[in-house]
């Protein structure tokens, strides 16, 4: 190990990092809290259509495919994620303020394309830097990244009860002003030391066949999600369900989420990375099969429960395959690029999502449910061609 990463590792000991790193993911989960559950009630309440809504949720995810390889590849180059964060975090800001001053929707979709610029690379960005500091074992990623799991709860209820008395159409101007705080918080992270010049000029090498076929899992099971994301809120309040219900059903979930969070590390250690993904995906298929057989509201709450694997077991599981198979000096790049190809299997779930709830309500569920099975069986087929070693319990050999 070289001198310069044994004294980042030694500096980054103790409660700042843990403390830095997890206020960054409270500010950045605030936002996406408030704008997963309620922005498309924004967006119905400026007067999109169900197709025009796809549109609108699908263009960030577009927009990512440029631009997280883009901040990716400048974090790792420069050395300087913290400054990256803050810089996004700022103009992520302003275009959600440009969302709010549009005053059609053809500058409504234009403005949400400008955000998603800024936007959609924080989180990838952010992972990266968590994982690298769980590298230098300055933190438990897990444990990290559930107050970003907390915060997103909290955004969810708080916001939906305030949404029973306020306006919709503000909604864009508090995920603005969260992603600001977000910018604030980013400054408090402390600097890694500046990568060595021959890293800085490392390319990427040639990704494994098992990593490839990980990541393509990881993107189908998480765009299982699109349908829950684009129009459950939409589909509950037209079934007289309150605001501050569906803050709460959102919340339910995560809530799951945090549980599997708190013991991440243990469970990555005891379970191979592509198993989680494969459990993601046939809970999925659980889940949103049920969704498609319009369930009452208290077994939708407890289907909510499932979230704990359909996204918790399946992010854990794609972090802990990048952590064995892509070496820290490029973990920004390994995480934006994987980030884009999630991004293209969501974006085509999401636009196809509109008219998929516009011609068949809540049975569309049933093509989302496919998606999770077809990413368990991908996961079951890397799993399958990923090396061993005896006495291994069927674990993934980590590569010289």
Partial sequence: MRESTANTAQSWSGSRARFSAASAY??????????????????????????????????PMAIRLAAMPLAGVVS?????????????????????????LAPNIALILFSIALAAVFWTPIFPLLDA??????????????????????????????????????PVVLVVWVIAGAIFAFALSARALPRFAPPAIHERRQRLGKPSRVLVLGILAAAFVQASHAMVYGFSSLDWLSKGIPHSEIGILWGIGTG????????????????????????????????FGAFALDPPVALIAVLQL????????????????????????SAGRSQAYSSAVLGIVMALAMISAGPLYAHWNVAAYAV?????????????IAYSAQPQSAGSGGKTVAPS
């Fill in 26 to 59: 409270l500010a950045a989960c605030a936002a996406l809290g408030i704008q997963s559950p309620f922005f498309p009630l924004f967006l119905a309440e400026r007067g999109l259509s169900p197709d025009a809504i796809s549109l609108a949720l699908a263009l």
């Fill in 76 to 100: 790792d180059h420069w050395g300087a994620p913290r400054l990256i964060l803050m810089s996004l975090g700022v103009l992520g800001a302003l275009g959600f303020v440009c969302v709010g």
């Fill in 129 to 166: 830097y968590a994982l690298r500091l769980a590298a230098l074992r300055a933190v438990d990623y897990g444990r990290v990244r559930l107050w970003g799991s907390v915060s997103f709860i909290a955004s969810n209820v708080i916001a939906g009860y305030l949404l029973d008395w306020m």
């Fill in 256 to 287: 799951a989420e945090i549980v599997l969070f708190y013991i991440g590390t243990r469970v990555t250690a005891a379970v191979s990375p592509l198993a989680l993904i494969a459990c993601g995906g046939f809970a999925a298929v659980l889940r």
């Fill in 306 to 329: 499932l979230h704990a694997f359909t996204f918790g077991a399946t992010h854990l599981g794609l972090m802990a395959l990048l952590g064995l198979h892509v070496p820290a000096h």
């Fill in 368 to 380: 989302y449910a496919a998606l999770g099975g077809i990413g368990a069986v991908i996961a079951i």
